[in-house]
């Protein structure tokens, strides 16, 4: 009887595992509901709590709280769950009046056991910079302690470190010193395109846009080696077609950084979605004259589950 046992012990577990790596996929391909029933069929599965979580963070942060609550109790030697629990324990505290304080410790607390845990992980280390480099002192921020984790990353990763430290200076608003580090780190990590992103944000905040857009064509120009570089690549296909409505410039620049974005980007979290990509891109036809192509896009664009979304789309179609 034992053998049988086992077999069927076994081909369980391997039928949770599968299940459990079909709905990682979904969540990050950004297809939250089908995840989030996925996730629920597994979730006396440690990893399924934290996603769940994850998922839950967006629509309802004390339902996230309780997910990772029980991923923490489940797996406490487990630092995806003690940094999603920062991340969750962060967000409350932003919600919350009365609890922030409590939040705030939480949240530090669970960002330090997440580096305790993988010293290595140059995500976790960030978080924990960027608690103490955003959190008030009362809650346990501190600017040396943040400096303290950057020249950590910098030792172990050199793209998160200058990124971090890029942060540091941009938080002390510290722009003579972000500027000439930003620009060094063009040209001594060639080929990579987040400083060339990052300087094209920051012309898009300032309303740069031509200068923002030439900025963002290098960042598309770059070899992209990483699945971290490629995404920064279609984030700057992207972002250029927006600074193009944003700025109404450049109108055929940015439709064929957009279009290039729908067609080759991946289904990825990480990424716009390709509704918003489309959106986009109607919003450039409809600034080049170009109405019956830009009504047509915006009517498929009508029933979207993202509220924001369906709500410029409302806009734009009165606008015609």
């Known amino acids: 009887m034992r053998k049988p046992l086992a077999m069927a012990l076994l081909l369980s577990s391997a039928s949770v595992y599968a299940?459990?790596?079909?709905?990682?996929?979904?969540?990050?391909?950004?297809?939250?509901?089908?995840?989030?029933?996925?996730?629920?069929?597994?979730?006396?599965?440690?990893?399924?709590?934290?996603?769940?979580?994850?998922?839950?963070?967006?629509?309802?942060?004390?339902?996230?709280e309780d997910w990772i609550e029980q991923a923490v109790a489940q797996a406490p030697?487990?630092?995806?769950?003690?940094?999603?629990?920062?991340?969750?324990?962060g967000q409350q505290a932003g919600n919350s009046v009365f609890s922030a304080l409590s939040y705030a410790k939480k949240s530090l607390q669970s960002?330090?056991?997440?580096?305790?845990?993988?010293?290595?992980?140059s995500e976790y280390r960030q978080g924990l910079m960027s608690f103490y480099l955003q959190a008030p002192g009362i809650a346990g921020g501190d600017t040396e302690l943040a400096l303290a984790q950057i020249k950590e990353l910098e030792s172990r990763d050199q793209?998160?470190?200058?990124?971090?430290?890029?942060?540091?200076?941009?938080?002390?608003?510290?722009?003579?010193?972000?500027?000439?580090?930003?620009?060094s780190a063009k040209h001594s990590m060639p080929g990579i395109p987040d400083f060339y992103f990052q300087a094209a944000m920051q012309l898009v905040q300032d309303e740069k846009?031509?200068?923002?857009?030439?900025?963002f064509?290098?960042?598309?120009?770059?070899?992209?080696?990483?699945?971290?570089?490629?995404?920064?690549?279609?984030?700057?296909m992207y972002q250029l077609g927006r600074a193009s409505v944003k700025g109404e410039v450049q109108i055929d620049e940015g439709i064929h950084a957009l279009q290039?974005?729908?067609?080759?980007?991946?289904?990825?979290?990480?990424?716009?979605?390709?509704?918003?990509?489309?959106?986009?891109?109607?919003?450039?036809?409809?600034?080049?004259?170009?109405?019956?192509?830009?009504?047509?896009?915006?009517?498929?664009?009508?029933?979207?589950?993202?509220?924001?979304?369906?709500?410029?789309?409302?806009?734009?179609?009165?606008s015609l």
């Open 159 to 183: 793209r998160a470190g200058m990124l971090a430290r890029l942060n540091y200076l941009s938080a002390a608003d510290n722009q003579q010193d972000y500027q000439q580090l930003l620009e």
């Open 77 to 89: 030697q487990s630092a995806e769950a003690h940094f999603t629990r920062g991340v969750v324990m």
């Open 209 to 215: 846009y031509d200068l923002a857009i030439a900025e």
């Open 260 to 318: 290039n974005f729908l067609e080759h980007a991946p289904k990825n979290r990480k990424l716009p979605s390709r509704q918003w990509a489309a959106f986009r891109l109607a919003n450039l036809q409809q600034l080049k004259g170009l109405k019956e192509q830009a009504k047509q896009v915006y009517q498929t664009l009508q029933s979207s589950h993202d509220k924001k979304l369906a709500k410029e789309v409302k806009k734009k179609l009165h």
């Open 19 to 64: 299940d459990l790596q079909q709905a990682i996929l979904a969540f990050e391909q950004g297809e939250d509901k089908q995840a989030q029933s996925l996730f629920e069929a597994a979730s006396e599965q440690a990893e399924a709590k934290i996603y769940l979580s994850r998922i839950w963070l967006a629509q309802d942060a004390d339902k996230a």
């Open 111 to 121: 960002f330090h056991r997440a580096v305790e845990l993988a010293p290595d992980n």
């Open 217 to 236: 064509k290098q960042a598309i120009s770059q070899p992209a080696s990483d699945q971290e570089s490629l995404n920064s690549r279609y984030m700057a």
